[in-house]
């Protein structure tokens, strides 16, 4: 509870809403204990007295009754009726939508047959009709009100039920011999009690609101009782002459709703996981740059693609994660550079970082540079960054269902990757489209260049996200663990395909992975990382030989060798450190056995000596004797 108010009270609005909210209802809550006059007492010879009159502070109605009184018991007595309109259309609704979701078929038929003819009617007819049927009066107007909300509810817990009712966790539920009733209630309810709390907290402002609009034609709250709605019907007639008899309500109203609403926004903004990160932000178009020290916009490098000293973090509420830590790397022309370590490495946002991809909030570049071809793209105008992805920096994701749009063809798809940087038409379009396909080895390309996603393997898939990278003749491509989820047969076709494309055209490949056999087989140079460092780099087959680092030797310790004689195989013990808690020294002096205590006192630096570079005092080898 007290993580949920933080989350929401890092919602300005959501906590102005919350204040204001909670002073109505604490209003409404001691309204029978304040010495309020008689609201339903008349005095026609007080009749319309002016707000501030002598002993009415709100002034009076055109019956002489006290406005302060009327308000406070009308707002009391709107909130209650609002509040019960959302539970009962709540409950109804969600089980409605429970039942129909879980047992599909022709429950699931009957059910939602039934909601979708209650909402073939504009609601505020039907709720008009069944107040007509029912007759006036406030009990009357809450059940109004509350059917004609229960097709919400139970449109939006069914279609979250039915995601639900298939999961491994509720057929383990069944195999355990579990009734229907307790898989409902212990399985399905827990996961979709959060979405009925979030569909209430932004309805209920909305069920007051229709109540009231009942109650102002003379449908719900009857005279001499009153709420807010009958307080603004029965002070239209003077609403020229004598204002304040329908603003004080309806100012009451206002409140209401708003405070309601924007309380709302926050409880679902706090309660969504995906959002919890930073309540009602949305990510930027490229990543917030916020560096100290600008470097040069334009300097010569040697490589293709430099990074220089990339810090990139994460900022959740008062924590900082440091995701990057002075990360420098490059990569030529025709090169693959492997970049490899444990999950939570710095892997991935590096290389988002290039491109400006890592979402913002919470995440930050705060120094460093991106150079391609020795101009600086980080901090650079969204419109150029825009033009320089895909067209000169291409990315290949690690899930190509995920990155793939399942509701558009995939040859449209590719397409829409060419016409993105420069006009084509579509028969040129599709004609480079089945090209890019055939250039990836995918047989049967003009009839593939029709298919969605979910009608390809998981090979193919990921060859469509290679040929789009290719789409536009990138000089740079970044693969990020792009052959992690397939087979060991359809790897290696990737990475033979990979090569093969680099060699033909020349391309730099910053190639992401956990395995340091599709680094052996792949990558010209590898670099090591670790808490968002670098730890070792150099070339590839001296690094595998005889690794400096020991945390590179254990990681190699891990790969098992085929043919090689039976041998233990290793496991490097705890676990990486906190990135937002780094001890001083050695990231990775916890887990090391060669450990001692100058590791853990100052920052060590990545002493380079040749083609190779390690972050360490007592390395496993001497590379400054391997590469004199």
Same mark, same amino acid.
């Given at each position: 509870?007290?993580?949920?108010?933080?989350?929401?009270?890092?919602?300005?609005?959501?906590?102005?809403?919350?204040?204001?909210?909670?002073?109505?209802?604490?209003?409404?809550?001691?309204?029978?204990?304040?010495?309020?006059?008689?609201?339903?007492?008349?005095?026609?010879?007080?009749?319309?007295? *002016?707000?501030?009159?002598?002993?009415?502070?709100?002034?009076?109605?055109?019956?002489?009754?006290?406005?302060?009184?009327?308000?406070?018991?009308?707002?009391?007595?709107?909130?209650?009726?609002?509040?019960?309109?959302?539970?009962?259309?709540?409950?109804?609704?969600?089980?409605?939508?429970?039942?129909?979701?879980?047992?599909?078929?022709?429950?699931?038929?009957?059910?939602?047959?039934?909601?979708?003819?209650?909402?073939?009617?504009?609601?505020? &007819?039907?709720?008009?009709?069944?107040?007509?049927?029912?007759?006036?009066?406030?009990?009357?107007?809450?059940?109004?009100?509350?059917?004609?909300?229960?097709?919400?509810?139970?449109?939006?817990?069914?279609?979250?039920?039915?995601?639900?009712?298939?999961? #491994?966790?509720?057929?383990?539920?069944?195999?355990?011999?579990?009734?229907?009733?307790?898989?409902?209630?212990?399985?399905?309810?827990?996961?979709?009690?959060?979405?009925?709390?979030?569909?209430?907290?932004?309805?209920?402002?909305?069920?007051?609101?229709?109540?009231?609009?009942?109650?102002?034609?003379?449908?719900?709250?009857?005279? %001499?009782?009153?709420?807010?709605?009958?307080?603004?019907?029965?002070?239209?007639?003077?609403?020229?002459?004598?204002?304040?008899?329908?603003?004080?309500?309806?100012?009451?109203?206002?409140?209401?709703?708003?405070?309601?609403?924007?309380?709302?926004?926050?409880?679902?903004?706090?309660?969504?996981? *995906?959002?919890?990160?930073?309540? &009602?932000?949305?990510?930027?178009?490229?990543?917030?740059?916020?560096?100290?020290?600008?470097?040069?916009? #334009?300097?010569?490098?040697?490589?293709?693609?430099?990074?220089?000293?990339?810090?990139?973090?994460?900022?959740?509420?008062?924590?900082?994660?440091?995701?990057?830590?002075?990360?420098?790397?490059?990569?030529?022309?025709?090169?693959?550079?492997?970049?490899?370590?444990?999950?939570?490495?710095?892997?991935?946002?590096?290389? &988002?970082?290039?491109?400006?991809?890592?979402?913002?909030?919470?995440?930050?570049?705060?120094?460093?540079?991106?150079?391609?071809?020795?101009?600086?793209?980080?901090?650079?105008?969204?419109?150029?960054?825009?033009?320089?992805?895909?067209?000169?920096?291409?990315?290949?994701? !690690?899930?190509?269902?995920?990155?793939?749009?399942?509701?558009?063809?995939?040859?449209? !798809?590719?397409?829409?990757?060419?016409?993105?940087?420069?006009?084509?038409?579509?028969?040129?379009? *599709?004609?480079?489209?089945? #090209?890019?396909?055939?250039?990836?080895?995918? %047989?049967?390309?003009?009839?593939?260049?029709?298919?969605?996603?979910?009608?390809?393997?998981?090979?193919?898939?990921?060859?469509?996200?290679?040929?789009?990278?290719?789409?536009?003749?990138?000089?740079?491509?970044?693969?990020?663990?792009?052959?992690?989820?397939?087979?060991?047969?359809?790897?290696?076709?990737?990475?033979?395909?990979?090569?093969?494309?680099?060699?033909?055209?020349?391309?730099?490949?910053?190639?992401?992975?956990?395995?340091?056999?599709?680094?052996?087989?792949?990558?010209?140079?590898?670099?090591?990382?670790?808490?968002?460092?670098?730890?070792? !780099?150099?070339?590839?087959?001296?690094? &595998?030989?005889? %690794?400096?680092?020991?945390?590179?030797?254990?990681?190699?310790?891990?790969?098992?060798?085929?043919?090689?004689?039976?041998?233990?195989?290793?496991?490097?013990?705890?676990?990486?450190?906190?990135?937002?808690?780094?001890?001083?020294?050695?990231?990775?002096?916890?887990?090391?056995?060669?450990?001692?205590?100058?590791?853990?006192?100052?920052?060590?630096?990545?002493?380079?000596?040749?083609?190779?570079?390690?972050?360490?005092?007592?390395?496993?080898?001497?590379?400054? #004797?391997?590469?004199?």
């Amino acid at each position: 509870m007290s993580a949920f108010l933080k989350l929401l009270a890092r919602n300005r609005l959501a906590l102005g809403g919350l204040i204001v909210m909670g002073l109505v209802v604490a209003l409404a809550l001691i309204t029978p204990l304040l010495p309020l006059a008689d609201p339903d007492v008349t005095n026609t010879a007080d009749r319309y007295l *002016r707000p501030l009159s002598d002993g009415h502070l709100l002034g009076t109605d055109q019956l002489g009754r006290d406005l302060l009184s009327r308000l406070l018991w009308g707002t009391r007595l709107s909130l209650g009726v609002g509040a019960a309109a959302a539970i009962f259309a709540a409950v109804s609704g969600a089980a409605v939508g429970i039942v129909a979701g879980y047992f599909g078929g022709r429950t699931d038929n009957l059910l939602m047959r039934g909601v979708d003819m209650l909402m073939a009617f504009p609601y505020i &007819l039907l709720a008009l009709a069944i107040v007509a049927a029912l007759g006036p009066g406030l009990v009357n107007a809450l059940i109004a009100v509350a059917v004609v909300n229960i097709p919400f509810f139970a449109r939006n817990i069914r279609g979250i039920t039915v995601g639900l009712a298939h999961k #491994e966790f509720v057929d383990a539920a069944k195999l355990a011999g579990m009734s229907h009733a307790r898989i409902i209630l212990s399985e399905i309810l827990p996961n979709v009690v959060p979405v009925i709390v979030i569909a209430m907290s932004t309805t209920i402002g909305w069920m007051i609101l229709e109540t009231a609009g009942l109650s102002f034609l003379g449908l719900g709250s009857q005279p %001499p009782q009153a709420d807010l709605g009958s307080m603004l019907g029965e002070a239209r007639s003077a609403l020229i002459t004598n204002p304040h008899v329908s603003v004080i309500p309806g100012f009451m109203i206002l409140v209401i709703v708003m405070s309601i609403n924007l309380l709302g926004d926050g409880v679902r903004d706090a309660l969504d996981p *995906r959002l919890k990160s930073g309540a &009602l932000s949305r990510p930027m178009a490229a990543t917030r740059v916020d560096r100290r020290t600008r470097p040069d916009r #334009e300097i010569p490098t040697e490589g293709l693609l430099s990074l220089e000293d990339l810090h990139t973090q994460f900022h959740v509420k008062n924590r900082v994660y440091k995701a990057v830590s002075g990360v420098s790397l490059s990569v030529k022309p025709g090169e693959c550079l492997g970049v490899i370590g444990e999950s939570g490495s710095g892997k991935s946002v590096t290389a &988002l970082s290039i491109m400006g991809l890592v979402a913002s909030p919470p995440g930050v570049i705060t120094g460093g540079a991106a150079r391609l071809e020795g101009r600086d793209m980080i901090g650079a105008p969204y419109p150029e960054l825009r033009s320089l992805r895909g067209r000169r920096v291409a990315y290949i994701f !690690q899930d190509p269902l995920a990155t793939l749009h399942p509701l558009y063809k995939v040859g449209d !798809q590719l397409i829409e990757a060419i016409s993105c940087h420069r006009p084509i038409s579509k028969a040129e379009g *599709r004609a480079k489209a089945i #090209e890019l396909l055939k250039s990836v080895r995918i %047989p049967n390309a003009e009839s593939r260049i029709d298919s969605y996603p979910h009608e390809m393997s998981g090979g193919m898939r990921q060859r469509v996200g290679i040929a789009m990278a290719l789409a536009n003749d990138p000089d740079v491509i970044i693969a990020d663990e792009p052959t992690t989820a397939l087979d060991v047969t359809v790897q290696a076709q990737i990475l033979s395909l990979l090569d093969d494309l680099r060699r033909e055209r020349g391309l730099a490949i910053v190639f992401i992975t956990h395995d340091f056999g599709v680094v052996g087989q792949l990558c010209d140079r590898v670099a090591v990382m670790y808490a968002g460092r670098i730890v070792e !780099q150099g070339p590839t087959r001296p690094v &595998l030989d005889a %690794p400096a680092h020991p945390y590179t030797a254990r990681l190699i310790a891990c790969v098992p060798e085929l043919g090689e004689g039976k041998r233990k195989l290793e496991a490097i013990p705890g676990l990486p450190p906190s990135v937002d808690d780094l001890p001083k020294g050695c990231a990775f002096a916890d887990r090391c056995v060669k450990v001692q205590a100058g590791c853990m006192v100052n920052d060590i630096p990545l002493e380079r000596a040749g083609a190779r570079a390690v972050r360490c005092l007592h390395p496993e080898t001497e590379i400054a #004797e391997e590469t004199a």
